[in-house]
């Protein structure tokens, strides 16, 4: 017997060309029913909601981007955090009413395609898998970065690069080959190494920002001057809010493995609203400490690896391995979670017919959709090789900032039309003001973003939309009520 299961098989209604309709299906705590039978297992719990975003949102906030930010925008820094934790929690309540109410896999992707139509799900269903991509290349070159300052912090010749690529781009994808290997064998080896990580990071988290803090605060160390709050003006701090965006992407991965958390209308809205929380408090203090021990402009100059130095400033060679060790962890779990999240993403389109059926095959042995997962880690470990760091952070945050202000559209229509399948378990605080200036921040930071960022998130865009018009123009996705 083949290890590859089909998708269900299609009614005649169910081809892509053909006016399809989808199911929203019934959904129980293990596992979410259509008439078709079972989707995939509800394997995961509020534990493992929660290291999904917190582990994504720890690699790259804390790990990669305190250098980069502080010599944009100073010890301003802090406040583009704070933006970017603010905005990201004006979404996540009204991602989180979506989820109680459509708990299946996808997440953006099937929440706007049932409240606005098969279009705008076309366009942030593609969107949504290619900006996980982008985000995930960006984490596996800070992967890069990170495995070779551990060589060098620990006595062994840096390596040479191997042809036109890299040692780092080369490193970098070693790991996202490893990571899709892994996913493929099973959603609960993906939380386990998720669990696994996400402690050992917030143990190591807790003695370095306890020691800084204390030491920012002048009971340890020699006295420093303070550096000028805003040494390069407001408009860094707005740019460097756009940039950093990135670190708040885990949320909404949590939304994409809604089909698979178990009790989704307790544990959706608490993983999605405690990770925002939990993590923004962290990356605020984080940049605190770093701009504390050295000048913005210098920590600009150490770059990816700039908390490394700011660990050793603290705690000596003991804190720089430790923090060494805790980045390349944190850089696999953002990763992880990621090409997770994609994949089931990309699945979720093709259930629905905007792409070929066949992506959405289930492996039999396994339980996983192994064609999306190497839809995903294709692309990613290609887009690694470029090793643009700042750019691959930036598009993505683009392409989920699109998606960000279309759920919150969402909501507000789906609340007017009030269908009878709408029946969300947990409803956003504030309606409609909260959705209403969550829409508008995420559109408004695109703006600060660099132009080939913003030219770069506008043609896979276009892309989505040439192919919707030539492939699947013809799905209609009726509401949510959706029998095929």
Same mark, same amino acid.
């Given at each position: 017997?083949?290890?590859?299961?089909?998708?269900?098989?299609?009614?005649?209604?169910?081809?892509?060309?053909?006016?399809?309709?989808?199911?929203?299906?019934?959904? $129980?705590? *293990?596992?979410?029913?259509?008439?078709?039978?079972?989707?995939?297992?509800?394997?995961?719990?509020?534990?493992?909601?929660?290291?999904?975003?917190?582990?994504?949102?720890?690699?790259? !906030?804390?790990?990669?981007?305190?250098?980069? #930010?502080?010599?944009?925008?100073?010890?301003?820094?802090?406040?583009?955090? !704070?933006?970017?934790?603010?905005?990201?929690?004006?979404?996540?309540?009204?991602?989180?009413?979506?989820?109680? #109410?459509?708990?299946?896999?996808?997440?953006?992707?099937?929440?706007?395609?049932? !409240?606005?139509?098969?279009?705008?799900?076309?366009?942030?269903? /593609?969107?949504?898998?290619?900006?996980?991509?982008?985000?995930?290349?960006?984490?596996?070159?800070?992967?890069?970065?990170? #495995?070779?300052?551990?060589?060098? *912090?620990?006595?062994?010749?840096?390596?040479?690069?191997?042809?036109?690529?890299?040692?780092?781009?080369? /490193?970098?994808?070693?790991?996202?080959?490893?990571?899709?290997?892994?996913?493929?064998?099973?959603?609960?080896?993906?939380?386990?190494?998720?669990?696994?990580?996400?402690?050992?990071?917030?143990?190591?988290?807790?003695?370095?920002?306890?020691? !800084?803090?204390?030491?920012?605060?002048?009971?340890?160390?020699?006295?420093? $001057?303070?550096?000028?709050? $805003?040494?390069?003006?407001?408009?860094?701090?707005?740019?460097?809010?756009?940039?950093?965006?990135?670190?708040?992407?885990?949320?909404?991965?949590?939304?994409?493995?809604?089909?698979?958390?178990? *009790?989704?209308?307790?544990? /959706?809205?608490?993983?999605?609203?405690?990770?925002?929380?939990?993590?923004?408090?962290?990356?605020?203090?984080?940049?605190?400490?770093?701009?504390?021990?050295?000048?913005?402009?210098?920590?600009?100059?150490?770059?990816?690896?700039?908390?490394?130095?700011?660990?050793?400033?603290?705690?000596?060679?003991?804190?720089?391995?430790?923090?060494?060790?805790?980045?390349?962890?944190?850089?696999?779990?953002?990763?992880?979670?990621?090409?997770?999240?994609?994949?089931?993403?990309?699945?979720?389109?093709?259930?629905?017919?905007?792409?070929?059926?066949?992506?959405?095959?289930?492996?039999?042995?396994?339980?996983?959709?192994?064609?999306?997962?190497?839809?995903?880690?294709?692309?990613?470990?290609?887009?690694?090789? $470029?090793?643009?760091?700042?750019?691959?952070?930036?598009?993505?945050?683009?392409?989920? /900032?699109?998606?960000?202000?279309?759920?919150?559209?969402?909501?507000?229509?789906?609340?007017?039309?009030?269908? *009878?399948?709408?029946?969300?378990?947990?409803?956003?605080?504030?309606?409609?003001?909260?959705?209403?200036?969550?829409?508008?921040?995420?559109?408004?930071?695109?703006?600060?973003?660099?132009?080939?960022?913003?030219?770069?998130?506008?043609?896979?865009?276009?892309?989505?939309?040439?192919?919707?018009?030539?492939?699947?123009?013809?799905?209609?996705?009726?509401?949510?009520?959706?029998?095929?």
């Amino acid at each position: 017997m083949s290890d590859d299961q089909p998708a269900p098989p299609e009614t005649p209604q169910a081809d892509s060309h053909a006016d399809p309709a989808v199911d929203i299906g019934e959904t $129980t705590d *293990e596992t979410t029913i259509t008439e078709e039978g079972s989707e995939l297992e509800r394997t995961i719990g509020l534990s493992g909601g929660l290291t999904i975003g917190i582990g994504t949102m720890i690699g790259a !906030g804390i790990f990669v981007f305190p250098g980069l #930010a502080a010599g944009n925008a100073g010890p301003a820094a802090a406040v583009s955090f !704070g933006i970017g934790a603010i905005v990201a929690l004006l979404v996540a309540l009204p991602t989180a009413e979506l989820a109680t #109410a459509m708990p299946k896999s996808g997440g953006g992707y099937y929440f706007i395609s049932r !409240g606005m139509g098969s279009l705008f799900g076309a366009v942030v269903g /593609l969107s949504l898998w290619l900006g996980l991509v982008f985000a995930t290349a960006f984490y596996l070159v800070g992967f890069g970065e990170y #495995a070779l300052a551990v060589l060098v *912090e620990i006595g062994l010749p840096r390596p040479p690069d191997l042809g036109p690529l890299s040692l780092v781009a080369v /490193l970098g994808v070693l790991c996202g080959v490893a990571l899709t290997a892994l996913s493929v064998g099973g959603t609960e080896n993906t939380t386990k190494l998720q669990n696994a990580i996400v402690s050992l990071l917030l143990g190591i988290l807790a003695v370095f920002l306890t020691v !800084g803090i204390v030491d920012a605060l002048g009971f340890l160390g020699a006295e420093t $001057t303070p550096e000028e709050f $805003t040494p390069f003006g407001i408009g860094p701090v707005l740019s460097t809010a756009a940039l950093v965006f990135t670190s708040y992407l885990g949320f909404a991965q949590i939304a994409t493995v809604a089909g698979e958390m178990k *009790e989704p209308s307790r544990n /959706l809205p608490l993983a999605m609203v405690g990770s925002v929380i939990v993590v923004g408090v962290l990356y605020v203090v984080t940049i605190f400490v770093a701009t504390s021990a050295f000048g913005s402009r210098e920590l600009g100059q150490l770059g990816e690896t700039a908390i490394v130095e700011v660990a050793r400033s603290y705690l000596g060679l003991p804190g720089a391995i430790a923090i060494l060790i805790a980045g390349l962890f944190a850089t696999v779990s953002s990763a992880n979670a990621s090409i997770l999240s994609a994949s089931r993403a990309l699945y979720a389109v093709s259930r629905d017919t905007l792409v070929p059926k066949e992506v959405s095959r289930v492996n039999l042995r396994y339980g996983t959709p192994h064609l999306a997962l190497a839809l995903v880690g294709g692309p990613t470990v290609l887009l690694v090789g $470029t090793g643009q760091t700042e750019l691959l952070a930036e598009v993505a945050s683009f392409l989920h /900032l699109i998606m960000y202000g279309l759920i919150c559209v969402t909501l507000i229509v789906l609340r007017r039309q009030s269908p *009878e399948w709408y029946t969300p378990t947990f409803q956003t605080p504030g309606y409609p003001v909260v959705p209403a200036v969550g829409g508008a921040a995420s559109i408004a930071m695109i703006a600060f973003m660099q132009p080939t960022s913003q030219v770069v998130g506008l043609f896979v865009m276009i892309g989505a939309v040439g192919w919707y018009f030539l492939y699947a123009r013809d799905v209609r996705l009726k509401g949510g009520e959706m029998d095929e």
